[in-house]
């Protein structure tokens, strides 16, 4: 055999090991400049990004477990939809708003102050997914049957770091202080007086939040439910569809996964949250000229609860830098 036939198969582990090399520290580059744009900004960053097609990674404190704020929206959505495509919740039935339903951070309490309102299903979840409209959430999650109902649904398709336990109400009247009460919480939160708080109050409400278990999640938990919502692998194709254009028409964020994007760098498809200091973005990115998609989710914790703006512009460079990764690495 000639020597130059009896070197290929060497030569090609070699190419191999040095492209895997290469590829290693691509992934160490990224996330040293997650690490930097966290750091500059004093901010806990949780990022966890998965190509789709080719199952390349990037984690950073991605088993980290952070508030999922209004993120946990989407695991709402995928089991009321689970539900639907089951025949067991109907997508038209008209659902009643109640006055006691009404929570601050919606539409619906702010334009309709009056008894008489009722949404069908497919309704309440767009306006919880497009606008995070907090009263159609709470109502959507009372007709699924509550947060431990979705919680169970998440834990039998093998994701154990998402728990959905309380209504947005609650959520939002055990972080602010507020106890709870029969009288709907966006009255109860308009007679409230929050004037006499200091920042450090705040910072103590925010870090009884972190310590609370419930309501909270992983970035890789986040994630992992994202793409297999993209690949139809927990729902039906024609609810995985439905879900992915509602979430492609989310208004809120744009400064968030998108801020940094190039401006033709559109479909993004995600849902946002926020609470105290944490500024959450979790959604998929379609790479342009075929390069794939990327699912990222990207979870922050701040000691500050007044600063939203930092939050986001972490979240916008993280996603930019994820972007440009995946959108120039090669498949070597």
Not at 54 to 62: E, F, L, P
Not at 227 to 253: F, K, V
Request: proline share 4%.
């Amino acid at each position: 055999m000639p020597r130059c036939l009896r070197m290929a198969p060497v030569l090609i582990l070699l190419c191999a090991g040095s492209c895997l090399q290469q590829a290693r520290a691509d992934v160490e580059a990224v996330v040293a400049e997650i690490d930097r744009h966290a750091t500059a900004s004093n901010v806990v960053v949780g990022v966890s990004a998965l190509h789709l097609e080719s199952g390349r990674r990037i984690r950073v404190n991605a088993d980290g477990r952070f508030p999922l704020a209004s993120t946990y929206k989407v695991p709402m959505a995928a089991y009321a939809l689970h539900l639907i495509g089951t025949g067991q919740l109907a997508p038209d039935a008209m659902i009643e708003v109640r006055q006691e339903d009404k929570v601050i951070s919606s539409s619906i309490t702010r334009l309709f102050p009056h008894p008489g309102i009722q949404l069908s299903l497919q309704n309440l979840m767009e306006a919880m997914l497009i606008q995070s409209d907090n009263t159609a959430t709470d109502v959507l999650l009372r007709t699924v049957g509550g947060g431990e109902a979705v919680t169970r649904w998440l834990r039998e398709q093998g994701i154990d770091d998402l728990r959905v336990d309380r209504s947005t109400a609650d959520l939002i009247r055990d972080y602010m202080g507020m106890p709870r009460s029969a009288q709907s919480m966006a009255e109860q939160y308009e007679a409230a007086s929050f004037e006499a708080l200091t920042e450090a109050d705040w910072i103590g409400l925010y870090d009884a939040l972190l310590a609370d278990p419930r309501d909270q999640g992983t970035p890789d938990a986040m994630t992992t439910l994202l793409a297999g919502l993209w690949q139809d692998a927990w729902l039906d194709a024609e609810y995985g569809e439905a879900l992915r254009a509602i979430m492609g028409r989310c208004l809120t964020g744009s400064a968030r996964l998108s801020g940094l994007m190039p401006r033709q760098q559109l479909p993004l498809a995600h849902k946002t949250g926020s609470l105290g200091g944490t500024i959450n973005d979790a959604g998929v990115i379609t790479l342009p000229d075929d390069r794939g998609t990327v699912v990222v989710t990207v979870f922050t914790r701040s000691p500050s609860t007044l600063n939203a703006e930092t939050g986001e512009r972490v979240i916008a460079e993280v996603g930019r830098t994820v972007y440009d990764y995946f959108l120039f690495a090669t498949d070597d």
